[in-house]
């Protein structure tokens, strides 16, 4: 434990894996894989005092955990995906945006790149002990891009409803106009 951390630094194990890439991909498929997983099975959350067998799991508030489990074999694309489309969607915009809107999406810029780096120290440097738990804060920034990414959405089509909306009152009203003159 510490009398290796002590003697192989993060440079070292860099150095690993950049000379064996094959190994990073593994080792990133392995997290990908058990940390889809936001409760870890070895730990119980029930009390033994009430009768519950040992490492008894409670099933309330479960469900978005289970949905992740339950994603897991595609965790591997859909991570980077997510957190690809909300850095390019962010790009993409930044121009258009009012300073609110480009704060916004610096923001979330900011929180794509400390989900990676928060993925890939634990992937890298805690990829043998305790992972599953290690990764409970990348669990919280994905869940916050991608409730970002659905207020986003909703307030994109939103503008663009209510755009369309106007447009059309508009284009009644100067047709009223013009049949009243």
Do not use: N
């Amino acid at each position: 434990g510490r009398e290796l951390d002590a003697r192989v630094g993060y440079v070292p194990l860099a150095r690993i894996y950049l000379a064996d890439p094959g190994r990073a991909v593994a080792v990133l498929r392995r997290a990908a894989w058990k940390g889809a997983r936001m409760r870890p099975p070895f730990f119980g959350d029930l009390a033994k005092e009430a009768g519950r067998p040992e490492r008894a799991q409670s099933r309330r508030f479960a469900l978005w955990s289970d949905f992740k489990f339950l994603i897991r074999p595609w965790t591997v694309w859909i991570w980077p995906g997510l957190l690809l489309a909300c850095a390019a969607a962010s790009l993409a915009t930044w121009r258009r945006a009012s300073p609110r809107g480009r704060l916004a999406r610096a923001g979330l810029l900011t929180l794509c790149g400390m989900a990676v780096l928060e993925f890939a120290i634990c992937a890298f440097a805690d990829a043998h002990y305790e992972l599953v738990r290690h990764l409970y804060v990348f669990h919280a920034m994905i869940d916050l891009v991608l409730i970002a990414g659905i207020v986003w959405a909703v307030q994109v089509l939103a503008q663009a409803r209510g755009g369309a909306a106007r447009r059309a009152s508009c284009d009644s009203f100067s047709a009223s106009v013009e049949r009243a003159s």
